[in-house]
């Protein structure tokens, strides 16, 4: 499990899905003055480099937020608008890039502690013995750093006991590598220990569409999960590639439970432009299902 570390996938298309929904979730959820407490149960390092390191062995945010960038500034010179929930996410990368150069990639504790307001907080588990130092200390560098926990604890098993947070509101992300294939089993089981404790709260679950069974089968046992505890659910997937083989991912999903009723249109305006933007030999395509739950 410690083989996997997130840099070498950062900036990729998984993460400009994963991250254009958080960002919107967070968003509709602070509407409200109440605290919210988001909880991101795989770290990883929280920020990362795209001109040294590991993601230049991978290259693959040269298939996502450099190919989007230059999308976004031929759509500029074209006069073509660019949807809200674009802008924000491309807004939420600029603010670690501030001298005008694409080399830093904000990781979700950072793009979530960008969001944070004086009354939320954010905690935050990491596993891989390297991973949680340098957490820690870019972590530390923040001005929200007081507003933020850091555990090196196994976040499926911990997560229940800090469910429900105080104010009753709050978001948990959901996003472990599944390189372990038990990863699947944990987080169905966190799931049903989460919603028993926290019915109400907003999860995001983001995972790699894959040939594997095991990833081919989460999103109706999420369903199914959802349908058990009558909650609403929301279900995108972001293909940019259909090629055979998998040589690198080519999809990813994000599966939602309590979305807010805002999120499907913002992914029914992005999805569109993601895949213009981000498809590769007329692979790209997207999918965007959602179910109200009945009572």
Not at 45 to 58: E, N, P, Q, R
Request: a neutral charge; proline letters at 5%.
């Amino acid at each position: 499990m410690f083989s996997y570390r997130h840099a070498f996938h950062a900036g990729s298309h998984a993460d400009i899905l994963k991250h254009l929904t958080l960002i919107h979730l967070v968003e509709y959820l602070q509407e409200k003055p109440g605290a919210l407490t988001i909880v991101d149960t795989h770290a990883g390092a929280g920020i990362y480099s795209l001109k040294d390191g590991f993601s230049t062995v991978s290259k693959e945010a040269d298939g996502g937020i450099f190919r989007l960038h230059q999308f976004i500034e031929t759509c500029k010179h074209a006069n073509v608008a660019i949807p809200e929930s674009i802008q924000e996410y491309v807004k939420s990368i600029d603010v670690e890039n501030l001298d005008g150069e694409l080399s830093t990639y904000p990781g979700s504790p950072f793009i979530l502690a960008q969001l944070l307001r004086q009354q939320d907080r954010l905690k935050l588990f990491e596993l891989h013995p390297k991973e949680i130092d340098i957490l820690r200390h870019n972590i530390g560098q923040l001005k929200q750093s007081k507003q933020i926990n850091i555990y090196a604890e196994d976040s499926f098993a911990r997560l229940k006991g800090l469910l429900p947070p105080p104010s009753r509101r709050g978001l948990v992300l959901i996003d472990p590598s599944y390189e372990d294939k038990q990863d699947y089993r944990y987080l169905e089981v966190a799931m049903e220990e989460a919603l028993q404790r926290f019915a109400t709260g907003c999860y995001a679950i983001w995972y790699p569409v894959l040939s594997r069974r095991e990833s081919a089968a989460l999103p109706d046992r999420l369903k199914k999960i959802a349908a058990i505890h009558k909650r609403s659910w929301l279900h995108t997937e972001l293909r940019v590639e259909n090629a055979p083989g998998e040589r690198r991912l080519q999809a990813s999903g994000m599966f939602i439970i309590n979305p807010p009723w805002t999120l499907e249109k913002h992914l029914a305006q992005a999805l569109p432009i993601l895949v213009k933007a981000l498809g590769i030999n007329g692979g790209g395509q997207f999918l965007l299902k959602s179910l109200e739950a009945k009572n």
